[in-house]
């Protein structure tokens, strides 16, 4: 800095008092991007020798004779010219030169490479494409952003992320997940633990020679994440203000209301007399209006009538007298727009030698259904340093400390507000009430309003989960985790012998959850035994130590880079929990209290890899390239003689646009074309971290005496799943960069697969895990950019990208797999549907019909299909794949002087989805659970056509998983909308700060589907089922960014 | 230059010294989990897998409503004609009672989960038979254990068998289920009745020899008499009345008929000194919800408690004396509180924990059988003896005096009086030949008590079988679409 400001005082000096005839022009030259004062920016007076650098504050000043123009040029900026006239105050803008390929540098493993000299496939999205979306996981804001990527949300729990695939669904039993590497290291650590703030850069790798030397475990693609680092120029002061809005992004099914409800009840249980107990329908239908609201009926009677009179039994129809007591809307009570604060201060800057980032950040996401939050403060330093001329050394540390409080919305269980809500009936209040008048019961001991439980010493027994109140419980109860999770990545890099470098790398993750699970001890599931608190340690560390040498040498036309190295992972679990009941009083769900112990257990898990690899980089003149690598792990989950594979890549790429005979071709910036071939590896079964060993799983304990029972068989011959995977494509950027993108196709077999075949049960194992089984994804991915509009003032900037691909099995161990809705055989996706065939109607009698298959004498199908009224003997089918057509991602983005706005489109075609969560509002007559208001379309008179079944209480035949709730799951969705300005310099500098912008953004904006229901959420899995959990939320910020 | 040579030359022979690993790096073990071979290496080891099977007769798997055997006596109850369903509540078991369970062979349903209880304790129970005897201990361990093992194969096999065909006479060559002696994964097909309740027979039998002499140090560990009971009881199915006469009378010995005071204790300990074999559940052990007392125990608040009570007909609570004490065992109608006619009978020790022990075999069952036996033999003296002493105990002024098919009848009637709600129902219908006939009308089956769906079913319906799962139709190669059963 200090050397700077010379160099640029004695220049200034020297040019006043060589051309002193000429007059002095000044300025500040800009980023066009955020406004920040660009130093370090050439400054040359066109068609002359002479010129200048501007200095840390973006300040040049330069002696001109009149008529000059000025020429500004910096590497990573787009240059431009400006002419002085009579001025003597130049101001200019830069524009970031996304498309100056040459420039650009790409992060792969141990290390970075230029953008046009590398040879595989990857995408990267840059902090600012990333800082539009105002999203608290990383994993959430690439959808749509990356080629060749499926994203699928996971629910809207706060703090939760999305799941990405990248290119297809690469394995069936082991984990098709992505690796993560952050800052250089693979990283297990916790995503959402990360502050987007601090986030340079995301880096997807998608094909071998990209993410061969992960070998073992980059078969999945990896996602690389880059953390900021300090720059030299002024010393930056960030501090980002940011508050928001949730509401829910899915709406809620449609359900009928109380009238409604009664009288299809009574339908139901009319018919279910008649049909099935035999009674004409004159006495069934009086049978029907007398249990209407008995005891074994719907118990609760909301209306101001006789319970045997609130229906008609000749019409159905409610009493005309009958006026409603009560209709509480559960949804209103227990779920709320959610508060969004999101504050980070980061202070960065650079001296010679040394650069530095720090940053510190809050976040608090309050969730969209009630006493459901997270809270996030993270804390980072990067600190790089040449302590030496020959040595380099840096750390980087990030912490965080989170809480994620009430973590209830999975499955059908009674603490999950979402099913809960939206599963019980329209006539069953939140709180108690006078049966007769409808009013308030006040509790005479808090004087408030009395909650219902569904108990019978309260209204009656509710049918529908009794001795339940989720307002009631849910605040007394505790389901949180609290992780705490801290990485620290240190380096030691040595330059020797002019051309080697070696570096070493120690990198470590500690993830700590304390997990409570807490069932108050006066209402609900535990109040039985006077309230149940577990308490869970989860403990993980983790540590990657490696050590890299690299040889860099060019010989004229040779360029060559040689690299090889070495690398432990090591992991270690420990999980520690322990169970009490008895609590004397309410108001801690701490263990010491509680007076009787339940349960208790610990175990660790251990997981360990060792890697030996090399890689080898030639090119010729920056214009034909090779690549070329090799590794090998040795894995702890193997047995002996196979703990080792071998993973390599070999790729090449050809810069075309650097040829003689395309150098005419001014129109062409950059074209080049690449190919490559590798194996990764495979090995993440999760927690199976023995899965050759036979074994014998202990705590199956008979009271006091030590238990176990067989829980695995043996297989010491399994190795390694292998990914073979090619990748042919082609880079381009033409006129003048305005439209630039990226065509790939691939082909990615995966191999070995670690398969969990399934065993006849009745041999008392259901599986055995073995190496078998071939798929394959194959696709083509393309982005493509386009500047329709670029001037100095505006511009409008177009990014698209789509994906397909088919996912293939070419070899299973058995003919069929068949597990859940799914049937795996060659020829098949990996998620094809396989289930029954809904043939509708009987408009004869309203049953529900299916399609069942003929048989011959061998019992093989004829072809020939009847329909018969039994689910339970129809036959299955393939019924489409869950897995998606196309995906992709449309960025519109204007720049207008101090405006920006952009949109981004998501969507999907194709693909198919089964919605449960709706087939379970359509169900026969089940009491006091709701229904779907489409069952009023149920089938009511002979003759009637229609694709809803009558309904008929106890009906099991005739419900089930087929295709009557199996949609396409095509959607788009406005995943963001964001509009910002940027205060003006002369503004900001009044204020006596450097700049400022403040924006407003809208996620997860709008969802459009073509079909299925309302409330249903096509992205919620890749398999294409529905579950409970928590829908995603739409969020509106409001933000303010000042640098100060 | 020399200098920096120097100094990496340091730098590498520390980077090698740190990293190079041994080979132990990479060999790691689990901590919650033990090898076969270590497991079998002695007959502690072997014990402890012995217990670990029977744990899991009162573990609780995928949901609510399966607990290990328990569980599959409920189902065997609920489809029988005695025990009335009060109201869906959550509605567990709910379409047990309906028939419509077992109509379904998919994943996670009755069917599927009672085949997977039955055959993962009868792979256990293969793997202890295979290796104890080269574990090293005493022969009069190995024997003990491989008795225990044998015997639980037996019994598992008897509930399969029962569970997935009409009963044992007439259908002897009707298919049976899978049997396996060995630890395999290779699928056997479905075989004959006869081929399932021979191998019954051969391990009980093996069984007997072995645990001969050996003591039975916990009530949940099966002993000699046991063993017995167990045989008594197959044989009475097999209709081998000779065979279920002696060895009921052998598997009882000297245990005397509990008292009525006992008998409304709550069925809930192993103290009781007329339990042969039962589970103990301790609070740290006990499945909570998913536990027999949360279903059957209207007195808590469980499952039951919380809208599905259970109770007996109005049928057959009218043919117990009310000088009979196991009367009280019901909620007598017209007195407040719980529903009319509630059972009462099972009830957990505590209202505040759910620890309660799981009844498996007592010597009441015995004296039925014998009674029966004896009856069917035409030794009605001593049929009449034997059950007068069991009733009697509940009823002093007991005082039958029929002959015949009456004093059979009678004996019949007191079995379901006396072994009410103990899972004997589903097994004694299909034995007796007489079809589903479950009483109607107030105080019984129907409203306003939750709908029974199926009321009536003539004897042998295909409708009182579990359906063979899907998934061993999948993935046994043994098997085609075919071996479904009707």
Not at chain 1, 482 to 495: G, H, S, V
Request: with cysteine.
């Amino acid at each position: 800095m200090k050397k700077l400001l010379q160099s640029l005082f004695l220049l200034m000096l020297f040019a006043v008092s060589a051309i002193a005839q000429e007059r002095t022009v000044t300025g500040t030259v800009k980023s066009s991007e955020d406004g920040t004062p660009l130093p370090g920016v050439t400054v040359k007076i066109k068609g002359a020798r002479t010129g200048a650098i501007t200095n840390a504050s973006g300040v040049f000043s330069i002696q001109v004779s009149s008529g000059a123009v000025l020429v500004f040029s910096s590497v990573g900026y787009e240059g431009t010219e400006a002419s002085v006239g009579n001025k003597t105050n130049v101001n200019v803008t830069l524009r970031t030169d996304a498309q100056s390929l040459d420039e650009v540098t790409v992060q792969v493993p141990y290390g970075t490479v230029k953008k046009t000299s590398f040879t595989g496939s990857e995408s990267t999205v840059n902090a600012t494409t990333l800082r539009r979306q105002q999203v608290t996981s990383v994993t959430r804001a690439l959808e749509g952003l990356v080629p060749g990527i499926v994203v699928t949300n996971g629910g809207g729990q706060p703090g939760s992320g999305a799941s990405i695939l990248i290119r297809g669904v690469g394995s069936v039993n082991a984990s098709s997940a992505p690796l993560y590497v952050l800052d250089g290291a693979v990283y297990n650590g916790s995503i959402a633990s990360l502050s987007m703030d601090d986030i340079e850069s995301v880096t997807v790798l998608k094909d071998a020679a990209a993410a061969a030397l992960y070998g073992s475990r980059g078969a999945n693609g990896v996602i690389m994440l880059k953390s900021k680092q300090g720059r030299k120029g002024t010393p930056q002061v960030n501090a980002n203000l940011r508050t928001g809005w949730s509401t829910r992004g899915i709406p809620e099914y449609d359900r009928l209301g109380s009238k409604d409800y009664y009288e299809m009840m009574w339908e139901a249980t009319r018919n279910r007399l008649q049909l099935a107990s035999g009674q004409t329908r004159a006495v069934a239908g009086q049978n029907a209006s007398n249990v209407l609201t008995g005891a074994n009926g719907l118990v609760y009677n909301a209306y101001n009538v006789p319970g045997n009179t609130l229906v008609d039994p000749t019409t159905g129809k409610l009493n005309p007298n009958a006026q409603l007591l009560w209709e509480d809307n559960w949804s209103d009570v227990l779920f709320q727009t959610g508060k969004r604060q999101d504050f980070n201060l980061n202070i960065s800057g650079a001296s010679d030698k040394t650069d530095y980032y720090v940053s510190m950040g809050y976040l608090k996401e309050e969730g969209t259904a009630k006493f459901t939050d997270y809270e996030r403060y993270n804390i980072r330093l990067n600190l790089n340093s040449q302590v030496r001329n020959w040595l380099k050394a840096g750390v980087s540390m990030d912490g965080a400390l989170t809480d994620q409080a009430n973590n209830v919305a999975t499955g059908t269980a009674t603490t999950n507000p979402f099913y809960y809500s939206r599963m019980m009936g329209p006539i069953y209040p939140v709180y108690q009430r006078n049966l007769t008048t409808g009013a308030y019961i006040v509790d005479p001991a808090t004087g408030q309003n009395a909650l219902d439980y569904g108990k019978a010493n309260q209204m009656g027994l509710r049918p529908y989960a009794p001795n339940s109140n989720l307002l009631g419980t849910l605040p007394l109860d505790d389901r949180s985790t609290k992780p705490f999770n801290i990485n620290a990545n240190t380096y030691l890099e040595a330059t020797f012998l002019k051309d080697f470098k070696l570096r070493s790398t120690l990198a470590s993750t500690y993830y700590d959850a304390y997990a409570t699970t807490f069932q108050n001890s006066l209402f609900g599931d535990a109040d039985n035994v006077a309230g149940r608190s577990t308490k869970q340690m989860n403990r993980q560390f983790t540590y990657t130590f490696n050590q890299v040498l690299t040889w860099n040498k060019s010989f004229g036309d040779h360029n060559l880079t040689v690299l090889a190295g070495h690398e432990n992972y090591f992991f270690r679990q420990n999980v520690l929990s322990a169970t009490r009941t008895g609590f004397p009083f309410p108001g801690t769900s701490e263990l010491a209290p509680a007076a009787t112990p339940e349960a208790s257990t610990s175990y660790q898990y251990d997981h360990r890899i060792e890697a030996y690899f090399s890689r080898v980089d030639y090119n010729f003149q920056n214009k034909y390239f090779v690549s070329g690598s090799f590794r090998t792990d040795g894995g702890s989950r193997f047995a002996d003689g196979h703990k080792w594979g071998q993973f390599y890549s070999a790729s090449a790429a050809w810069r075309l646009s650097q040829e003689n005979f395309l150098k005419s071709a001014t129109w062409i910036n950059e074209l080049k074309l690449k190919a490559s071939y590798g194996e990764q590896g495979n090995e993440d079964l999760g927690t199976n971290y023995y899965p050759t060993l036979s074994l014998y799983q202990l705590g199956n304990n008979n009271v006091n005496a030590p238990g176990a029972l067989i829980n695995s068989l043996a297989n010491p011959d399994l190795v390694w799943e292998k990914s073979k995977n090619a990748n042919i494509g082609v880079d381009f950027a033409m006129f003048n960069n305005r439209l630039s993108g990226t065509v790939e196709v691939y082909n990615r077999v995966s191999d070995n697969l670690l398969f969990p075949v399934p065993l006849p049960l009745s041999t008392g194992i259901s599986t055995i895990t073995q190496n078998i089984g071939t798929l394959y994804n194959r696709g083509i991915d393309v982005s493509l950019g386009y500047s329709p509009v670029r001037t100095s003032n505006f511009e409008w900037r177009v990014d698209l990208n789509l994906t397909h691909f088919k996912n293939k099995i070419t070899k299973l161990p058995q003919e069929e797999l068949i597990s859940g809705t799914k049937k795996l055989m060659v020829g098949k996706s990996i998620y094809d549907f396989w289930i029954k065939e809904y043939a509708g109607v009987d408009p004869a009698n309203g049953d529900a019909l299916y399609y069942q298959d003929k048989l011959d004498a061998a019992g093989k199908p004829t072809g020939e299909r009847i329909t018969i009224n039994n689910i339970n003997n129809a036959s299955f089918y393939y019924k489409g794949t869950s897995l998606p057509n196309i995906t992709g991602g449309l960025t519109n983005t204007f720049t207008y002087k101090e405006f920006d706005l952009s949109f981004l489109f998501t969507g999907q075609q194709g693909g198919k989805f089964y919605d449960g969560n709706y087939a379970g509002l359509m169900h026969v007559g089940s009491y006091g659970t709701a229904w779907s208001t489409d069952i009023l379309n149920r089938w009511t008179t002979p003759g009637q056509v229609t694709d809803v079944p009558r309904v008929q209480n106890a009906l099991a035949t005739q419900s089930g998983v087929s295709t009557r709730f199996l949609y396409n799951a095509s959607f788009v969705n406005l995943k963001n909308a964001s509009i910002g300005y940027r205060m003006p310099k002369r503004w900001a500098t009044t204020l006596g700060i450097q700049g400022a912008r403040i924006f407003g953004t809208v996620d997860n904006a709008k969802l459009w589907t073509f079909d299925g229901p309302k409330g249903m959420d096509p992205q919620r899995s890749i398999t294409g089922v529905s579950d409970y959990t928590y829908p995603i939320y739409r969020t509106f910020t409001l933000g303010l960014n000042v640098n100060l | 230059m020399k200098n920096n040579f120097k100094k990496f030359g340091f730098l590498l022979a520390g980077v090698l010294a740190v990293s190079s690993c041994k080979k132990e790096y990479l060999e790691t073990l689990p901590t919650a989990d033990v090898s076969g071979e270590t497991v079998f290496a002695t007959t502690k080891g072997a014990q402890v897998a012995l217990e670990g099977t029977y744990r899991m007769m009162y573990t609780s798997y995928t949901n609510h409503g399966n607990f290990g055997q328990k569980s599959y006596e409920i189902v065997s109850d609920l489809m029988g004609t005695d025990i009335v369903l009060h109201a869906q509540g959550y509605g567990w078991f709910n379409t047990d009672y309906q028939y419509t369970a077992n109509a379904s062979a998919a994943d996670a349903g009755r069917s599927e989960r009672i085949w997977y209880y039955y055959y993962t304790l009868i792979n256990n129970a293969n793997r202890i038979i295979a290796n104890i005897d080269n574990a090293t201990g005493t022969p009069a361990e190995r024997e003990d254990i491989k008795g225990q093992a044998l015997a639980i194969r037996a019994h598992s096999y008897f509930y399969l068998v029962n569970f997935f065909q009409q009963t044992y006479k007439g259908n002897e060559t009707k298919p049976g289920v899978p049997l396996y002696t060995t630890p395999t994964s290779v699928g056997n097909p479905r075989g004959t009745v006869q081929q399932d309740y021979t191998q019954i027979l051969a391990d009980l039998k093996q069984a007997e020899t072995l645990l001969t002499g050996k003591a039975q140090t916990v009530k949940s560990h099966i002993s000699v008499a046991v063993t017995q009971g167990i045989i008594a009881r197959v044989a009475l199915q097999m209709e081998d009345y000779a065979t279920a006469r002696d060895y009921a009378k052998k598997a009882r010995g000297t245990i005397a008929p509990m008292s009525g005071a006992t008998y409304n204790a709550g069925f809930s300990s192993t103290t009781n000194t007329e339990w042969m074999w039962g589970l103990t559940v301790n609070i740290e052990q006990a499945t909570i919800y998913a536990s027999y007392f949360s279903h059957m125990d209207n007195t808590a608040s469980g499952y039951a408690g919380l809208g599905s009570y259970k109770k007996i007909t109005k049928a057959l609570y009218d043919q117990i004396p009310a000088t009979d004490a196991r009367k009280t065992a019901f909620k007598a109608p017209g007195t407040t509180g719980l529903p009319d006619y509630t059972i009462l009978k099972f009830r957990k020790p505590s209202a505040s924990t759910w620890d309660g022990d799981y009844l498996l075999m007592r010597a009441g069952e015995m004296y039925l059988i014998e009674a029966e036996a004896s009856a069917r033999l035409g030794d009605d003296a001593n049929a009449l003896a034997v059950l007068t002493t069991l009733v009697k105990t509940k009823n002093p002024s007991y005082a039958f005096a029929g002959t015949g098919t009456a004093l059979l009848n009678e004996i019949l009637l007191q079995r379901r009086i006396e072994l009410y709600g103990e899972g004997f129902q589903l097994n004694d219908i299909k034995r007796l030949k007489q079809g589903l006939v479950r009483p109607t009308g107030a105080g019984n089956h129907g409203a306003p008590n939750f709908d029974a769906v199926t009321y009536t079913l003539p004897d042998a319906s295909p409708k009182f079988l579990m359906r063979i799962p899907q998934s061993e139709i999948n993935t046994n190669k043994s098997f085609t679409a075919a071996d479904q059963n009707p």
